[in-house]
C-alpha cells in the first residue's frame, strides 16, 4: 500500500492562513494527500486556547471539505518549530501565506524565506485565495547557477498530478561564462522534460530587465497559477534585510503562488540546472 503524504499548513489564525488551507485542500483532492494545521506559541500557557481554536479550523474545514486536517501546537520561533513540525508530521510539503514583503505581520516576504530556508522539504507561499484549481501553467526560471537535481522529482510531482506545462525563463547574458552556463543548464532541463513528455515552452527575458522582474512579468503575461524557484545557497543576513531574489518573488505583487525548493546539503556539490531566477 503506498504511503500517505502529509500537507503541512502553518496558521496563525489570519485571513491569508485560511487562504492557505484552501490551497492545501485542493492539492490534497489531487494527490489524496492528508493535511496538518500547525500554530506556534511563544510559551505553554498559550497551549490550549490555541489548541482548542486550531481543533474548531479543523472541524469546520471537515465540515465543509469533508477532510480534517490533523492539529500540531508547538511552542518555540516560527524560523525553526514550522521546519520541526514538517518533520515531526512527516510533511513533504509546506503550504504557507505570506503577507506581501511590506506585511506587518509575522510572515511578511522576507521572514517566509526565513522559514523556508530552516526546512528540508518544499515550501508553497501563497498570498490569496486559489484562482484556479490546478496548477497547469507553471514558470520555471532558468539562470547561470549551479543547483542540484533535486527538483526534479518536483517537476515529476506536478506534472503527474495536475498534468502541468512548464514554461521555462532564462534571459541572455553578455558574458561568456554566464552564456555557456546558462545554455548548459537549459539543455539539461529541456531533455530532462523531455524524456518524461513534460509539454514546456521557452522564453527569453529582456536582458536590460533584473531577471527576477522579468520572470514575474512573464508569470502575469501568461496567467501562471505556479512560479517554481529554488533558494540560494548559504543564505546570509543581508539578504533578508535587504531582499534576496527570492524574497522578491515570494512576495510578487502579482500574488502568483511560488514553490520553493531548497538545495540539501547532501547535494550541495551536485549538478543540474537553477530555478532561481537570480
Known amino acids: 500500500m503506498e504511503k500517505r503524504h502529509t500537507?503541512?499548513?502553518?496558521?496563525?489564525?489570519?485571513?491569508?492562513?485560511d487562504y492557505a488551507l484552501q490551497h492545501a485542500l485542493l492539492v490534497a483532492k489531487n494527490t489524496g494527500d492528508d493535511i496538518a494545521i500547525v500554530h506556534i506559541i511563544d510559551n505553554d500557557s498559550q497551549y490550549d486556547p490555541a489548541f482548542e481554536?486550531?481543533?474548531?479550523?479543523?472541524?469546520n474545514t471537515f465540515t465543509k471539505h469533508f477532510l480534517k486536517p490533523k492539529v500540531v501546537v508547538k511552542t518555540g520561533s516560527i524560523f525553526t518549530a514550522i521546519g520541526e513540525a514538517a518533520?515531526?508530521?512527516?510533511?513533504?510539503?509546506?503550504?504557507?501565506?505570506?503577507?506581501?514583503?511590506?506585511?506587518?505581520?509575522?510572515?511578511?516576504?522576507?521572514?517566509?524565506?526565513?522559514?523556508?530556508v530552516h526546512s528540508e522539504v518544499p515550501f508553497i507561499i501563497v498570498q490569496g485565495p486559489p484562482k484556479s484549481k490546478k496548477f497547469k501553467k507553471i514558470v520555471f526560471p532558468i539562470d547561470f547557477k549551479v543547483e542540484n537535481k533535486e527538483k526534479n522529482q518536483w517537476v515529476n510531482y506536478l506534472a503527474k498530478n495536475y498534468q502541468s506545462k512548464f514554461f521555462l525563463i532564462t534571459q541572455d547574458s553578455k558574458d561568456k561564462v554566464f552564456k555557456r552556463r546558462i545554455n548548459s543548464n537549459m539543455l539539461f532541463a529541456?531533455?530532462?522534460?523531455?524524456?518524461?513528455?513534460?509539454?514546456?515552452?521557452?522564453?527569453?527575458?529582456?536582458?536590460?530587465?533584473?531577471?527576477?522582474?522579468?520572470?514575474?512579468?512573464?508569470?502575469?503575461?501568461?496567467?501562471?497559477?505556479?512560479?517554481?524557484?529554488?533558494?540560494?545557497?548559504?543564505?546570509?543576513?543581508a539578504d533578508y534585510a535587504f531582499g534576496a531574489n527570492e524574497q522578491n518573488i515570494l512576495?510578487?505583487?502579482?500574488?502568483?503562488?511560488?514553490?520553493?525548493?531548497?538545495?540539501?546539503?547532501?547535494?550541495?556539490?551536485?549538478?543540474?540546472?537553477?530555478?532561481?531566477?537570480?
Open 7 to 17: 500537507i503541512l499548513v502553518p496558521h496563525d489564525f489570519t485571513e491569508v492562513a
Open 190 to 237: 529541456k531533455k530532462y522534460l523531455t524524456s518524461r513528455n513534460v509539454e514546456f515552452e521557452i522564453h527569453t527575458a529582456p536582458a536590460k530587465t533584473k531577471f527576477w522582474k522579468g520572470t514575474i512579468s512573464y508569470a502575469k503575461e501568461i496567467n501562471a497559477d505556479l512560479i517554481l524557484i529554488m533558494t540560494t545557497r548559504d543564505i546570509g543576513i
Open 251 to 278: 512576495a510578487n505583487p502579482e500574488g502568483i503562488p511560488v514553490m520553493c525548493i531548497n538545495p540539501s546539503a547532501s547535494l550541495r556539490k551536485g549538478g543540474g540546472f537553477s530555478a532561481m531566477g537570480g
Open 87 to 116: 518533520k515531526d508530521t512527516n510533511a513533504d510539503l509546506v503550504i504557507m501565506g505570506t503577507h506581501g514583503i511590506k506585511g506587518v505581520q509575522k510572515l511578511t516576504g522576507s521572514w517566509a524565506l526565513k522559514v523556508i
Open 53 to 59: 481554536k486550531c481543533n474548531e479550523i479543523a472541524e
